[in-house]
């Protein structure tokens, strides 16, 4: 089982990137996906999330009307589409996959997610 997280690096602020979350090992279509952040000195905070099928998507409020996430069980790939970015967005970037298929609720704490991607790098300079 293993997620792998890519698509991060260096960005002026205003600037765009798209990170992408692979799946292999499990059946991806059998899981939820967020979008984890963890600044230097912070605490680790939810970003986005999507259900199994794709048809609910929840964001935090600094990240709404910015990212998009979104999914291609096909390809057993997640996208967080990260657009107008600042340098407050700069943190490493983690996906975690959550075993509920369907509706979810909300993004759940990262607790309770069962699988993590190992984390890639956004900065964000102004």
């Known amino acids: 089982v293993q997620l792998q997280a890519s698509g991060g690096g260096l960005v002026q602020a205003g600037g765009s990137l798209r990170l992408s979350c692979e799946a292999s090992g499990f059946r991806l279509d059998n899981y939820g996906i967020g979008w984890f952040r963890q600044a230097p000195g912070k605490e680790r905070e939810g970003v986005s999330c999507?259900?199994?099928?794709?048809?609910?998507?929840y964001y935090r409020d600094s990240v709404k009307g910015r990212f998009t996430i979104s999914r291609d069980n096909d390809k057993k790939v997640v996208y967080l589409q990260m657009n107008s970015l600042k340098p407050e967005d700069t943190a490493v970037y983690y996906c975690?996959?959550?075993?509920?298929?369907?509706?979810?609720?909300?993004?759940?704490?990262?607790?309770?997610?069962?699988?993590w991607g190992q984390g890639t790098l956004v900065t964000v300079s102004s």
């Open positions: 999507i259900s199994s099928g794709g048809g609910t998507t």
């Open positions: 975690a996959a959550i075993q509920i298929r369907g509706y979810i609720s909300s993004c759940y704490e990262a607790s309770e997610y069962d699988y």
